[in-house]
């Protein structure tokens, strides 16, 4: 039986092999990580189309992988015929709401090979808290890197692991991050030249015969990150700078069918991401209202009394009295209003202009990272900021740190001490 990919859209896609459907981090519609990110294209594959799917693997938590209000539109009786497969985490918020929601789980170590079947093996392996899969069936082997991020050298390491050779190569093609302040296209171009690289040491080290460039068929949709796009790597800029002898570059726009080895031709794929792309041409007009200064002050409190809980301190202010981490002078662009930031006193109102603060940013920004672990991350990947003063970003880390921890299942400094996470660090850096 002939193995194929159905294309869903993004890093999402159908695996048909043996009789057995397997589907990869569906991301079906609407705007991500704080209504910053787009798709390219519009989705095809509609929640009935789940109807038969044996498994669904989600990658790791992020919304255009994992996708909570996507998942709740599929028809309950069919997610109770789902198995939903996903690394064992530490929080186990993901395998939590999958089977609250009636989902099936399974869920799988890092490093460890199940059998979907008689005939089909998956295997995951964790870099950080992203995870790679690596799916065996009798015809071909597919490594899906998705975002995982490890060093060069990590990769030819993972080769000599794996248990058969890759045939089938799917990873992410440009940058999914803040890049650089608008007007910056240096820092812009060396993010996508870098992406590159990281692509280019995956082929040298997994020699795949087939390689389908994915999870990058988004556009950064608002006012504060719109100009990203203009740096972005394509698609067509993608394969035409793979393209080699003995390399099958795949290109697949949502609804595509490939049947895995057989000749195909991606033209009119990449004529209609181009497309696409042009249509593009402005933000959405997505609103956002602003967040009163009482709300943010409460959402301050809590979260201060959260962190008090949950953490150790000392280490930090350690850290503090060596230079290391200093309070943020943050603007709110949408309030007009600026005030000083620290992990130790919270939030405080100042007079300061905004060209004395370091970052520059909505209240609806702050609000997400005063209200979650993951509000950091999602604002630095969502772009939606200015970066005012040079090193402001890594400064706005360091004050969200332990929070980002906590929400992962961790106490700061306790964290560095835990087996899992210096094997997940090991892991990453050095395979």
């Known amino acids: 039986m002939s193995d194929s990919i159905l294309w869903i859209n993004h890093a999402g896609y159908e695996l048909r092999t043996e009789g057995l459907r397997i589907v990869s981090d569906p991301w079906i519609e609407g705007l ?8 390219t294209a519009k989705t095809r594959y509609t929640y009935e189309d789940f109807a038969g799917v044996d498994y669904i693997w989600f990658s790791h938590e992020h919304p255009d992988h994992f996708a909570p209000g996507n998942l709740r539109k ?4 069919i997610r109770k015929t789902i198995t939903v497969l996903f690394a064992r985490t530490r929080d186990g918020r993901v395998a939590a709401y999958c089977e609250k929601l009636g989902f099936k789980l399974r869920e799988i170590a890092d490093g460890e090979r199940i059998a979907l079947s008689d005939k089909v093996h998956f295997t995951l392996g964790s870099v950080n808290y992203d995870s790679w899969s690596f799916v065996e069936t009798p015809e071909r082997t597919y490594l899906n890197m998705n975002d995982c991020v490890p060093r060069l050298s990590w990769h030819a390491k993972l080769a000599k692991r794996l248990p058969r050779p890759v045939d089938v ?32 040491a995956q082929i040298e080290a997994y020699k795949p015969k087939i390689l389908i460039p994915f999870a990058s068929y988004v556009w950064f949709c608002r006012q504060e990150n719109f100009h990203m796009n203009a740096g972005a790597n394509t698609i067509a800029h993608a394969v035409e700078t793979f393209a080699r ?14 049947q895995t080895g057989r000749p195909h031709d991606s033209r009119d794929a990449l004529a209609r991401y181009a497309a696409d792309a042009q249509s593009h041409a402005g933000p959405l007009p997505v609103p956002d209202a602003p967040v009163p200064a009482d709300q943010l002050e409460q959402l301050d409190v809590e979260q201060r009394a959260r ?39 919270g939030l405080r109102w100042t007079d300061a ?21 993951y509000g950091y991350g999602t604002v630095s990947i969502s772009g939606r900021f200015v970066e005012l003063k040079p090193g402001a970003r890594a400064m706005l880390s360091r004050n969200f740190v332990a929070q980002r921890y906590n929400e992962m299942g961790y106490s700061f400094p306790s964290v560095f001490l835990q087996r899992d996470y210096i094997k997940a660090k090991f892991r990453s850096n050095f395979g």
């Open 245 to 258: 002898p003995g390399l099958d570059i795949v290109v697949l726009y949502p609804g595509d069918e490939y």
């Open 353 to 373: 202009p905004m060209e004395d603060c370091e970052i520059a940013l909505s209240s609806t920004m702050l609000a997400l990272m005063l209200q979650h672990g």
């Open 74 to 77: 599929i028809p309950e009786a």
């Open 32 to 39: 991500a990580f704080a209504d910053s990110w787009a798709q």
């Open 307 to 345: 962190i008090a809980a949950q953490n150790t301190l000392w280490p930090l202010r350690l850290a503090a009295m060596m230079g290391m981490l200093k309070p943020i002078r943050l603007h709110l662009t949408d309030l007009g209003r600026s005030l000083t930031y620290s992990v130790f006193d």
């Open 169 to 200: 190569l799917l990873t992410q093609f440009s940058y999914a991050s803040f890049v650089g302040n608008a007007g910056d296209a240096q820092s812009a171009g060396h993010a996508a030249r870098y992406k590159f690289t990281q692509m280019r």
